[in-house]
């Protein structure tokens, strides 16, 4: 018997295909962040600044001196973007789970 | 199975930004999203049901107008916005909810290279049938915005002819639903006569796809009432 194709199929196959190529765009934009917060230590009223991240398993810090306004705001708006991109992602691994779920395909033969 | 949506308050805020950026009023927003403005802020359209769809497509006239140079790709970049670009190299802002397409109206068949919009620092797609859709665009008022639209009569016939052209049954479907929808409510309203007026000064090819997705439809009345003599 010949099955005809079902455009419900159709529709969850393509946005299946949408979120694949999304998750793997924002999995790159997440990545070209640059890494860790900044640590402001105050030493004779005088701010110094450090570059926290984990290093496998262990937070590292690296010493970042004295950074211009302009800098810090780059660290800090590039650790709210990785916030945001890290919800994104998420959301995006869960229609993903979600469609393939949906797309699982009963064995044939089965009761 | 629900389509889904754009959640209404992000597509309010992206074209909030634009708004207070002073690019809002040089773009026109097309797509689906046309529909909730329609219902919110035309007379007679009330009736309209909610809008599905995770695409907000905005349409730049050309050649673009706008009087300041705007980033929109740095506007609506902290609300989670990234750029994917086809191998095309048209451009899009993507989203987990939604996405942000960018057009401008075909200059002549084979032109459809990237366009740069130097106003919005964007490339966009240049697309048929889309001086139809854009000419005379009205402004609707919705939640604070002030939103240019295409006329529902316009908005109508376009959906009509790209029902026709689309490879996707699906989207096809959906332009057809849309297009009976809008232009049912118009032909209890006294703007019907504009619409038949358009229909009528349309070129041929566009009529014969017009006519030919009311004819695949049940909607004979609208065909009628649109193709009479």
Redesign the interface.
């Given at each position: 018997m010949r099955i005809r194709a079902n455009?419900?199929r159709?529709?969850?196959r393509?946005?299946l295909a949408n979120a694949i190529?999304?998750l793997a765009?924002?999995e790159r934009?997440s990545r070209a962040q640059p890494r860790g917060s900044l640590v402001e230590k105050r030493i004779r009223g005088r701010s110094f600044f450090y570059l926290a991240y984990r290093e496998g398993g262990k937070v590292r810090f690296e010493y970042k001196g004295k950074l211009k306004p302009e800098e810090v705001a780059r660290f800090q708006?590039a650790k709210?973007?990785r916030a945001?991109?890290r919800?994104?992602?998420a959301?995006?691994r869960h229609?993903i789970a979600y469609l393939k779920k949906a797309l699982h395909e009963r064995k044939v033969g089965a009761a | 199975?629900k389509e889904?949506s754009a959640p209404p308050e992000l597509v309010f805020e992206v074209l909030g930004r634009m708004q207070d950026a002073g690019v809002l009023e040089h773009v026109v927003l097309v797509g689906s999203w046309v529909m909730h403005f329609y219902r919110a802020g035309v007379a007679g359209f009330g009736s309209l049901g909610p809008v599905r769809s995770t695409d907000m497509d905005l349409m730049i006239p050309t050649p673009p107008r706008f009087v300041k140079t705007v980033s929109l790709v740095e506007l609506v970049?902290?609300?989670?916005f990234?750029v994917?670009r086809s191998r095309s190299g048209f451009m899009k802002l993507?989203?987990?909810?939604m996405d942000m397409d960018f057009l401008v109206p075909e200059r002549g068949r084979g032109s459809d290279e990237p366009y740069r919009v130097e106003g919005l620092g964007i490339t966009a797609q240049p697309i048929r049938y889309a001086d139809l859709l854009i000419e005379n665009a009205i402004r609707v008022k919705d939640g604070g915005l002030a939103v240019r639209v295409p006329e529902p009569a316009r908005f109508g016939l376009h959906k009509l002819i790209i029902s026709q052209r689309r490879r996707?049954?699906?989207k096809a479907a959906k332009d057809l639903r849309q297009a009976i929808e809008v232009l049912s409510v118009l032909s209890k309203q006294p703007a019907w006569g504009r619409a038949k007026d358009l229909c009528g000064a349309m070129p041929k090819g566009w009529r014969a796809l017009a006519r030919k997705a009311l004819e695949g439809s049940d909607s004979p009345d609208l065909l009628r009432s649109l193709f009479a003599r």
């Open positions: 455009p419900v159709g529709v969850l393509e946005e190529r999304k765009s924002f934009a708006e709210k973007l945001r991109y919800g994104i992602l959301d995006l229609q | 199975m889904k970049k902290d609300l989670g990234i994917q993507i989203h987990s909810e996707g049954m699906d």
